[in-house]
């Protein structure tokens, strides 16, 4: 009897963590939904537009920028406590990260076309490279917090994202062959000293 009762018991907080679970993923899809048609519709705009009214654009890139950080926060919640299998958490991620290039190619085109002082940082890493990244993001996290809007970081977990063709052509077209990377300005490098990594980020935003 009391075996029957544990396993009835077993079963149904099982149960309920699966319908919490999806949920969530629910939850996720849509938010990453909305966040996917939005980025595409501004990318188009850019592309359309012969010029950017550079005033009324720059704050709907921030924000939206804000978005997706906090989208990543969330998938990075769900795919921790998550009973789903790994398919399903490189799926949910791979579609922030599409939307997450986007908005990287969209900084570019402001910074390019409106004179935007600011710096976008690609951060690659994945599950392997334990402390150089743990490092790595603990500094990027501190120059963010410093320099708030003037400082754009893009990360791209190559754990999710190692079979997405947008993933794999950014590694070749900067060269990337171990984690932790990161690309700034057109530019490559490793696990830098929180010293040259400022004054890498300086260069952009002029502080």
């Known amino acids: ?13 099982f149960s309920v ?23 595409t ?5 850019s592309q359309l537009l012969e010029e950017l009214n550079c005033p009324a654009f720059l704050p709907v890139i921030s924000g939206a920028v804000s978005d997706i950080s906090k989208s990543l926060d969330y998938y990075t919640t ?13 799926l949910l991620y791979r579609r922030y990260l599409l939307s997450n290039i986007r908005y990287w190619r969209l900084a570019d085109i402001y910074k390019r ?3 935007w002082n600011s710096t976008s940082i690609l951060y690659f890493f994945d599950k392997n490279c334990e402390g150089d990244c743990d490092e790595l993001s603990t500094r990027l996290d501190y120059l963010k ?34 984690f932790p990377s990161i690309v700034i300005e057109g530019v490559t490098y490793g696990n830098l ?6 004054g890498l980020v300086c260069q952009g935003i002029n502080c």
């Open 1 to 13: 009897m009391a075996g029957i009762i544990t396993l009835i018991v077993f079963v149904s907080g």
């Open 17 to 39: 963590g699966m319908v919490w679970d999806q949920f969530r993923t629910d939850k996720i899809r849509s938010n990453l939904d909305e966040i996917s048609i939005y980025s």
């Open 41 to 45: 519709s501004l990318f188009l705009e």
């Open 78 to 90: 769900y795919s921790e406590a998550s009973v789903f299998g790994l398919d399903e958490k490189n």
């Open 113 to 115: 076309d409106c004179g």
């Open 145 to 178: 917090r410093k320099y708030g809007e003037d400082l754009l970081i893009f990360p791209v977990n190559m754990q999710f994202a190692g079979d997405d063709p947008v993933a794999l052509t950014l590694l070749r077209l900067y060269n990337i062959t171990s």
């Open 193 to 198: 000293e929180l010293s040259v990594l400022e």
